[in-house]
């Protein structure tokens, strides 16, 4: 985080030092002076002023008062400021289109479909530099953390639910992700590279990634979504265009006619034989 590559990254490295030196203004006088009062006046030092009825000095209410309220009133300021240019769902200010990617994590691992050019990648993400990555992230069951620590900001993945990320990475390089959140027994292998590359370079893997011999279908996901530990990076030319939808909307209960909110998919995954009243579409 205080080596970032994106200009994500480089804004919150800003805010964390800023708000670490405001804050220390006022810890390091605190035990600076505790220290020296300490020695000052303890109880062999007869040349220190003996004052047993003071207690109270103007001067030094108004100097331990006024610093510690500009700097809380500095700081409100800077979080509201950086609270709203930080919003992980306020798009990124830029000339170039962004790149859509639509995340789902697995137990334990990262599927990414790129919407817009119908391919899909497993513990792999490629994106383009100088161009901002619009993520739309869910999961397919259980809670999980989305992190880039060299690119900016941490968004949970939920189950049925559909969260989104803004980012960017202004350098080329390969950078970690990873799940920041323990999300049950396979979560130390739940990491992923992150591929920073120019738009020609980017373009060009697309390209490799059509050639993949791999589909990923809607039967192909359910085995993929099968638990497993440190799954191989994996590349796939062509993806049900549907899916990070039906992903969404599997745990939505069974829609009525006129009730249900969006489009009505296919059942991503076959509801058992006998199902029971009100059993969540799966």
Known sequence: MFDPKGDIG??????????????????????????????????????????????HSTPIEIVVWTIPCVIVAFLGVLIWRTTHSLDPYRPLDSHVAPVRVQVVALNWK??????????AAVNQLVIPTGTPIDFELTADSIMNSFFIPRLGSQVYAMAGMQT???????????????SSAYSGSGFSDMHFQTKAMSNIEFRQWVQQAKASPLKLSRDGYRALAQ????????????VDPSLFQAVLNQYMTM???????????????????APRANLPHL
């Open 255 to 273: 829609p009525k006619a006129g009730e249900f909110c969006g489009s009505v998919l296919p059942s991503l995954r076959p509801l058992p034989s």
């Open 10 to 55: 480089m804004q919150e490295r800003h805010l964390i030092l800023l708000s670490l030196g405001l804050m220390l203004m006022v810890v390091i006088p605190v035990i600076a002076l505790t220290l020296f009062f300490f020695w000052r006046y303890r109880a062999t030092n007869t040349k220190a002023t003996y004052a047993p009825t003071w207690a």
């Open 110 to 119: 990262w599927l990414f479909i790129y919407p817009d050019y119908g391919i």
């Open 227 to 238: 638990p497993s530990n440190g799954y191989a990076p994996t590349v796939y030319a062509a």
């Open 164 to 178: 989104q990320l803004h980012l960017i990475a202004d350098v080329p390089g390969v950078y970690a992700g990873q």
